[in-house]
């Protein structure tokens, strides 16, 4: 049986160079009408393969332009340094227009806002989670307003005995929320006791001469210390107790700080009457009227929104504590103009100390637990 394709002179068929080539080795063409010769000018050029990490040392660079890349990086420069410009004139005038707020008000108040929402973050999340949290929170804010207090008592003359002071303020602010409500007028009458009593004894050991007016007064300041701080504290853990209490809790503090906030951006932008000069020159009617705006708004959103309440109870409820937040505030800077300071205490930048900035809110505990009573549809009488 006889192989076509074998080369007559050898017997070995044709290789593919030669089938490539279109003829076979004895020169005769394989060209036919299916089989077109081959012509390698009609194929397209192949395309550059793309530039990849693996392959750029195969691919053939051009000249560098020297003169295009020192002009895109002066752009980038040119980008940078008018970027920078911008910000240090942005940081400037930030800076300029926080001190003139600073000169005058006294506060500063990039530092302020800061602090006071990083105190805001705090309360929320223990009211909105677990308000058995917010137990700790109100103990340390009474221990500190405490202190806080007794260190300017002491400063102005005064004798204060701090250790008694706090312990019984602890005492006085845990029997609020883990006993009978009625227990913590009890515990109000024990702690007053026990620091004026206290304070005579002390008296009586050290024997310095001290007249008499004077340990009185010292003895009846001991006990103005556990009512002002600890005792409205545990008012507001009594409520905190309550079914649903910790959304009136938040509330009568929201109320508190937007008045705070209302009247401090009306004093800053209108004010221009002083309100009480001899106790606090700096508040002004205009800014009482922005915290009347302020809190009356406040009191019908979250009376509607989250205390489930008609909109005539939440006017009354920011009436109050506006009222409350008012007279507390102007209450603490008469003692701090009697004792002779700015602020209690400077702990806090931008705020001065803790029971600076608890001053309108420690007194619209009772009309908050008040209201609670009054007014919540949770109560059961």
Not at 158 to 186: G, H, K, N, T
Not at 228 to 256: C, K, N, R
Request: charged content about 15%; some cysteine; hydrophobic content about 50%.
């Amino acid at each position: 049986m006889s192989d076509e394709t074998r080369d007559a002179d050898d017997g070995t068929p044709p290789t593919r160079r030669d089938a490539r080539g279109g003829a076979p080795a004895d020169g005769i063409p394989l060209v036919d009408a299916a089989f077109p010769s081959f012509d390698a000018d009609a194929i397209p050029p192949r395309p550059p393969l793309p530039v990849t990490p693996e392959n750029t040392s195969q691919v053939p660079l051009g000249p560098l332009d020297t003169a295009d890349h020192n002009a895109i990086r002066e752009q980038w420069r040119a980008a940078r340094d008018e970027l920078g410009s911008h910000v240090s004139h942005a940081r400037d005038q930030l800076d300029q227009a926080n001190e003139r707020i600073k000169q005058r008000t006294g506060r500063d108040l990039i530092l302020a806002t800061l602090i006071g929402l990083a105190f805001g973050a705090a309360l929320l999340a223990s009211l909105l989670f677990i308000k058995a949290l917010f137990v700790p929170f109100a103990l340390a804010a009474a221990l500190l307003g405490v202190y806080e207090l007794s260190r300017a008592l002491r400063a102005s003359g005064r004798r204060i005995d701090v250790v008694p002071q706090l312990i019984a303020a602890a005492f006085l602010v845990l029997s609020a929320y883990f006993a009978e409500p009625w227990l913590c007028w009890v515990m109000l009458f024990v702690a007053v006791a026990f620091v004026v009593v206290w304070r005579l004894i002390a008296q009586m050991v050290v024997k310095d001469g001290r007249t008499y007016g004077d340990v009185l007064t010292d003895a009846v300041i001991s006990g103005f210390v556990q009512v002002y701080v600890p005792f409205l504290a545990g008012v507001a853990l009594i409520l905190l107790e309550q079914e649903g209490g910790q959304w009136w809790v938040l509330s009568f503090i929201a109320i508190a700080v937007a008045a705070d906030t209302g009247a401090y951006a009306a004093g800053l932008a209108f004010g221009r009457h002083p309100m009480a000069p001899k106790i606090s020159p700096k508040k002004t009617w205009e800014g009482f009227g922005g915290a009347v705006a302020a809190s009356l708004i406040a009191g019908v959103l979250l009376a509607i929104f989250l205390l489930e309440l008609p909109w005539w109870a939440g006017l009354i409820f920011g009436a109050s504590i506006l009222l409350s937040a008012t007279l507390g505030d102007l209450g603490e800077s008469m003692l701090k103009r009697d004792l002779g300071i700015k602020d209690m205490s400077s702990w806090l930048p931008g705020h001065g100390g803790l029971l600076d900035r608890l001053d309108s809110i420690l007194p619209s505990t009772i009309p908050a637990l008040c209201l609670y009573f009054l007014l919540s549809p949770w109560v059961v009488m």
